[in-house]
Antibody, heavy 116, light 105 residues
């Protein structure tokens, strides 16, 4: 069955870089798009960016200057890197898969706290 | 595209018919999904393409609308439906609404 799982550090210092990994199973990264979505505590959902099945990437314009998404298809992994983190980047980060726009499968999420 | 959900908080009784609203800032055709998020969990897809029920979702959930106005209806509210509900447009990139928190009266 389709599964996604996020991993990464729970705590990041201000101004540092966040690195997260999404490990997928049950589908191929060359067939489906993988997106990153984040959620500040008690707030709504924000789309961050995506890795398309063909290797192309797209980013939320508000985050584009700080964000990079890449992948390793041999390991079934998608990576997120975001630099210059601030306290308002604190939240739960999800990876999710989409075929035609809607997000049918989600990882459990990983909480990232930005604090010194 | 701005997505506006109302109300932000809804309190209803078990068995009630509940209606949640989502309005798009411009025409999004029927490119709208609804998600249910329970406390501490990831969002779960309920509805896609405005009115298509995701596999495994109870039939008491239904979606309607097109263009700019959309509705999620729960025909008979159950205790396990306590959650926050988000809408998402995918007509132009993707954006989410701010959510409706549903509680039992």
């Amino acid at each position: 069955q389709v599964q996604l799982k996020e991993s990464g550090p729970g705590l990041v210092q201000p101004s540092q870089t966040l690195s997260l990994t999404c490990t997928v199973s049950g589908f191929s990264l060359t067939s489906y798009n993988v997106h990153w979505v984040r959620q500040p505590p008690g707030k709504g959902l924000e789309w961050m960016g995506r890795m398309r099945y063909n290797g192309d990437t797209s980013y939320n314009s508000a985050l584009k200057s700080r964000l990079s998404i890449s992948r390793d298809t041999s390991k079934n992994q998608v990576f997120l890197k975001m630099n210059s983190l601030q306290t308002d980047d604190t939240g739960t980060y999800y990876c999710t898969s989409a075929t035609r726009g809607w997000f049918a499968y989600w990882g459990q999420g990983t909480l990232v706290t930005v604090s010194s | 595209i701005q997505m506006t959900q109302s109300p932000s908080l809804l309190s209803a009784s078990v068995g009630d018919r509940v209606t949640l609203s989502c309005k798009a800032g411009q025409n999004i055709n029927n490119y709208l999904a609804w998600y249910q998020q329970k406390l501490g969990e990831a969002p779960k897809l309920l509805i896609y393409n405005a009115n298509s029920l995701q596999t495994g979702i109870p039939s008491r959930f239904s979606g309607s609308g097109s263009g700019t106005d959309f509705t999620l209806t729960i025909s008979s509210l159950q205790p396990e439906d306590v959650a926050t509900y988000f809408c998402q447009q995918y007509n132009s990139w993707t954006t989410f609404g701010s959510g409706t928190k549903l509680e039992i009266k």
